[in-house]
């Protein structure tokens, strides 16, 4: 793709769409409205490092998604939604999106006429076929490609999963995942395996981790790699310590952790589904100085620091709602030495520093990352740090 570092709307469907709220400035004047984003939240509680960007902003998400559905003259259509609705911009080609998915997706559009499955209507809560996402291993190679259906009946299914792999023979694997609910949730908890083993492997920080439809990967692989070992620089980790990893997902930073410095890694995270990936995916790595827990991050650190256990870091990932009081307040009595902070949000991030900084912590360091070039969204990765006597 020629470079368009300084062109402005370069998408046709950026007025329809809405996802990429800044598109229409040059890239680095993005990382420039970004970088005083940043130095607006988090400036006053230390110096904000230059934002880290791409060298090449585009086709940058591993992770692709289309909702189907029909025109009012009845035109099967797929596509994006539009920005805080439920109406769908049909959209074979994504600037953002890997072009191999796009064009799985618009295949799929087509086998799914050809084959006249039915399109599942919101309204009425019926028809066949909602979502499809593919997912595409940056480094592996590897592609996954979930077919969300309303109902598990799959019509023509072998003539269907025969068109599409003879078409795009590189897809790895194939699920159906069904979701029945009334719901705005993309999958469902209901899955078949249509082709292959349901799942794809890729490599991040040097570790290898096994992928499937509900898990969660950031997608900007690129950005995510230069993240996770400042993260990891931050935490200045030694054989001899032990790291809380909350919020710990399939276990990325986590199992980075153990492979690189030899510490001692407890994972903690709530969803049960992300924990087993967790597990699988430190055995994979042959990691065995990390284990990792479904439980509430704050309940445990209030364990732990009840049982005497010390932790010497913490590192934690939330949300966009940021940390919990709760989790924050048991942060500070189980009394890390340092916390490494990653937010998605400098916003609840800010807030978050500011009840640290009032409980004995000071900010240490500041890193802004762009993962999500063409939109307002800018991670940060702090470094905080107790201070003694407190």
Known sequence: MANRKNSNLFCPLA???????????????????????????????????????????????????????????????SGIYKSGTHTI???????????????????????????????????????????????????????????????????????FIAALLEKHPEITTIVQNINASSTSMVLGKQQKVLYGKGYIEDELCGCT??????????????QTEKLYRTALDFA???????????????????????????CRVLGVENNGDAVQDAIVNGKINGIQNARFLQADAGVLMKELAAAGERVDCVICDPPRAGCSRDFLAACVHLSPDRLVYISCN???????????????????????????????????VCLMSRVEGK
């Open 15 to 77: 007025k329809k769409c809405g996802a990429c709220q800044i598109q229409n400035m040059s890239y680095p004047e993005q990382l420039s409205w970004k970088m005083a984003k940043c130095i607006k939240l988090l400036g006053r509680f230390g110096h904000v490092g230059e934002i880290i960007g791409m060298d090449e902003p585009y086709h940058y998400r591993n992770k692709a998604q289309a909702a189907f559905g029909r025109t009012g003259r009845g035109r099967v259509i």
């Open 346 to 380: 400098p916003e609840t991030q800010a807030r978050d520093l500011t009840f640290l900084i009032k409980n004995g912590y000071r900010v240490k360091k500041i890193q802004p990352f762009d993962l999500f070039p063409h939109t307002v969204h800018v991670e940060t």
């Open 236 to 262: 200045s980790l030694s054989p001899q310590d032990t790291l809380l990893d909350a919020y710990c997902g399939i276990g990325t930073i986590g199992i980075a952790a153990a492979k690189a410095t030899g």
């Open 209 to 222: 981790f096994r992928l499937s439809a509900r898990s969660f990967y950031q997608i900007n692989h690129e």
């Open 89 to 159: 911009v049909p959209c074979d080609a994504c600037y953002l999106e890997a072009p191999q998915a796009d064009a799985i997706l618009v295949t799929i559009r087509q086998l799914a006429i050809r084959f006249r499955l039915s399109i599942y209507n919101e309204d009425t809560h019926q028809g066949f076929l909602r979502h499809v996402l593919v997912r595409t291993g940056t480094v592996s190679g590897q592609i996954l490609v979930a077919l969300v259906t309303g109902t598990p009946i799959f019509p023509a299914k072998n003539q």
